[in-house]
Nanobody, 124 residues
């Protein structure tokens, strides 16, 4: 089992920045890929970004390219999502996820483990 705990969410004005963290514990394999997804009220969960454990491979949703950066610190078993130039449409609950196959996928069903989520609210 893998436990994932997100932190760093909050309220920020449009144009501001936040950094989300996801600490992994338990059975963490070196081949796991890590991803971030988000879900706004009344909408389906959508892919945001993913990264391989080596950090050599990353994948971003078009809506966040150039504004968000995913990174990983394997020594700390922590993945980060740096979010800059935030927009009101980025408001959502953000979830961290782990994929034991390491495929850096954009599909939520590829991921085996999920965190509880952290709220990000961007005011206009």
């Amino acid at each position: 089992q893998v436990q994932l705990v997100e932190s760093g969410g909050g309220l920020v004005q449009a144009g501001g920045s936040l950094r989300l963290s996801c600490a992994a514990s338990g059975r963490t394999f070196s081949s796991y890929a890590m991803g971030w997804f988000r879900q706004a009220p009344g909408k389906e969960r959508e892919f945001v970004a993913a990264i391989s454990r080596s950090s050599f491979v990353t994948n971003y949703a078009d809506s966040v390219k150039g504004r968000f950066t995913i990174s990983i610190d394997n020594a700390k078993n922590t993945v980060y999502l740096q979010m800059n130039s935030l927009k009101p449409e980025d408001t959502a609950v953000y979830y961290c996820a782990a994929d034991s196959t390491g495929r850096v996928a954009a599909r939520s069903y590829e991921y085996d483990y999920w965190g509880q989520g952290t709220q990000v609210t961007v005011s206009s």
